[in-house]
């Protein structure tokens, strides 16, 4: 009997216990409340800050093509400078109106015979051109592959160094380095009488035409989409991914280079590739041709 008996509990202590359970559980219910009400006032500001990235963006593209016309006209200035008249003693002679456009026409296939793109009256002022050899001949065609801004520098740099020819004299030879619908174009700015009369001019109009913001997001989307394929080796690779970054990231440094190989390299390549970020590109390219051969 007085065993049975010190096993009962006090009704106070099993109200107590029952009292203190249901706080705890009235606590834990009002915690998570609070919480869903912190992620209910905080849900507005996560989507401003979403709807704000967003027009960011669509304003990047924009300030982008802004401030890469106002480099390369920065940098044509500055080669604007080093330019040097042509030497008509040592050069042959293709003569060249300047007074008056004409009708750019398709390059000869012969490039030993004299250009007819711009054929000169004899009563008017001439210049002397070169016309160019087929070799190293930079050219530009306007499909979204083609790059529009190395292909003024490549230009511009090809009638200077191995032509010496000035800005003025590259301006009105320029449609001898455009084929297809490049050319097609020029030839309408000539139908409309719109043909630039400074190098400025023609630089702000190529870019308007073949750097547009379309062609701005179609190089994006290829760079995105740039990776190694299985028949690629590593030189090729290296080559066309340089091509595209140098295009989409100008401000970046060859260690960015690098971490963008790494990402965009073949990952069969990579498993067997000790290399690390912390190498030079020469060596990563050393041992990804080891692999190669293992491959």
Same mark, same amino acid.
């Given at each position: 009997?007085?065993?049975?008996?010190?096993?009962?509990?006090?009704?106070?202590k099993?109200?107590?216990?029952?009292?203190?359970?249901?706080?705890?559980?009235?606590?834990?219910i009002?915690d998570?409340?609070?919480?869903?009400?912190?992620?209910?006032s905080?849900?507005?500001?996560?989507?401003?800050?979403?709807?704000?990235v967003?027009?960011?963006?669509?304003?990047?593209?924009?300030?982008?093509?802004?401030?890469?016309?106002?480099?390369?006209?920065?940098?044509? %200035?500055?080669?604007q400078q080093?330019?040097?008249?042509? @030497?008509?003693? =040592? /050069? &042959?002679? #293709?003569?060249v109106?300047?007074? !008056?456009?004409?009708?750019?026409?398709?390059?000869?296939t012969?490039?030993?015979?004299?250009?007819?793109?711009?054929?000169?009256?004899?009563?008017?002022?001439t210049q002397?051109?070169?016309v160019?050899p087929i070799s190293s001949?930079?050219t530009?065609?306007?499909?979204?592959?083609?790059?529009?801004?190395?292909f003024?520098?490549?230009?511009i740099?090809?009638?200077?160094?191995?032509h010496k020819?000035?800005?003025?004299?590259?301006?009105q030879?320029i449609?001898?380095?455009?084929?297809? %619908?490049?050319?097609?174009?020029?030839?309408?700015?000539? @139908?409309?009488? =719109? /043909? &630039?009369? #400074?190098?400025?001019?023609?630089? !702000?109009?190529?870019?308007?035409?073949?750097?547009?913001?379309?062609?701005?997001?179609q190089?994006?989307?290829?760079?995105?989409?740039?990776?190694?394929?299985?028949n690629?080796t590593?030189?090729?690779?290296?080559?066309?991914?340089?091509?595209?970054w140098?295009?989409?990231?100008?401000?970046?440094?060859?260690?960015d280079?690098?971490?963008?190989?790494?990402?965009?390299m073949?990952?069969?390549?990579?498993?067997l590739?000790?290399?690390?970020r912390s190498?030079?590109?020469?060596?990563?390219?050393?041992?990804?041709?080891?692999v190669?051969?293992?491959?």
């Amino acid at each position: 009997m007085a065993s049975t008996e010190e096993k009962k509990v006090p009704i106070e202590k099993v109200a107590q216990v029952t009292s203190d359970t249901l706080t705890q559980h009235a606590k834990e219910i009002h915690d998570l409340q609070e919480s869903i009400k912190s992620l209910q006032s905080q849900l507005p500001e996560d989507i401003q800050t979403c709807q704000d990235v967003f027009n960011k963006g669509l304003l990047s593209t924009e300030t982008k093509l802004k401030a890469d016309i106002h480099e390369l006209r920065e940098m044509v %200035a500055d080669i604007q400078q080093h330019f040097t008249s042509p @030497n008509p003693e =040592s /050069l &042959p002679t #293709t003569k060249v109106n300047h007074h !008056t456009p004409t009708v750019p026409t398709r390059q000869s296939t012969d490039l030993n015979t004299p250009s007819t793109h711009y054929i000169s009256p004899a009563t008017l002022g001439t210049q002397t051109i070169v016309v160019p050899p087929i070799s190293s001949f930079p050219t530009f065609s306007g499909k979204s592959t083609d790059r529009p801004r190395q292909f003024l520098l490549r230009v511009i740099e090809y009638t200077r160094t191995i032509h010496k020819w000035s800005i003025n004299t590259l301006l009105q030879g320029i449609s001898q380095f455009l084929k297809d %619908a490049a050319l097609e174009w020029y030839c309408q700015l000539y @139908n409309t009488n =719109s /043909l &630039p009369e #400074t190098w400025d001019e023609f630089v !702000t109009q190529f870019l308007a035409q073949f750097h547009s913001p379309l062609r701005i997001a179609q190089q994006e989307h290829e760079w995105d989409e740039c990776k190694q394929q299985e028949n690629e080796t590593i030189n090729e690779f290296v080559v066309r991914l340089r091509s595209l970054w140098l295009e989409q990231k100008p401000d970046e440094t060859e260690i960015d280079f690098i971490k963008h190989l790494f990402c965009k390299m073949r990952p069969d390549m990579l498993t067997l590739m000790n290399a690390n970020r912390s190498q030079t590109l020469s060596n990563i390219i050393t041992e990804a041709q080891q692999v190669e051969e293992i491959l």
